[in-house]
C-alpha cells in the first residue's frame, strides 16, 4: 500500500524558512517522480516543485523559483521541501504527491500539512 506521509508544517513569520518533509512507503521510492503540490485558503491546488532523482533533474513553479529547494533521501525513502524567504502568499495547505508533470499524472497523495505565513 502505498502511503505518503507530510510534515513539518506550522506558524512562520514572513522571510522565515521551514522544511517540510515526506515519508514514503509501499513503491519504489529512488525511481519514481515526486512532487509538492500546494492549495492556498479558497484557491485551486498550484503545482510548486517536482523531483526526479534518479537523472537528478528538479522543477519549480515561477512563484517559488530560487527560494524552495526540493531534495530527496533515498536512504529514508524521505522528500524535502526547504522554503526560504517565505511569504505570506505562501500560506497553503502543501501536499506530496507520487508522480511528475501535470496534476493528472499523480497518482497518490498525503493528506498535506498547513503553512501559515503570518506575522
Known amino acids: 500500500e502505498v502511503q505518503l506521509v507530510e510534515s513539518g508544517g506550522g506558524l512562520v513569520q514572513p522571510g522565515g524558512s521551514l522544511r517540510l518533509s515526506c515519508a514514503a512507503s509501499?513503491?519504489?521510492?529512488?525511481?519514481?517522480?515526486m512532487s509538492w503540490v500546494r492549495q492556498a485558503p479558497g484557491k485551486g491546488l498550484e503545482w510548486v516543485s517536482s523531483i526526479y532523482s534518479h537523472i537528478s533533474n528538479t522543477y519549480y513553479a515561477d512563484s517559488v523559483k530560487g527560494r524552495f529547494t526540493i531534495s530527496t533521501d533515498n536512504a529514508k525513502n524521505t522528500l524535502y521541501l526547504q522554503m526560504n524567504s517565505l511569504k505570506s502568499e505562501d500560506t497553503a495547505v502543501y501536499y506530496c504527491?507520487?508522480?511528475?508533470?501535470?496534476?493528472?499524472?499523480?497518482?497518490?497523495w498525503g493528506k498535506g500539512t498547513l503553512v501559515t505565513v503570518s506575522s
Open positions: 509501499g513503491f519504489t521510492f529512488s525511481s519514481s517522480a
Open positions: 504527491a507520487k508522480g511528475g508533470g501535470s496534476l493528472n499524472g499523480m497518482d497518490y
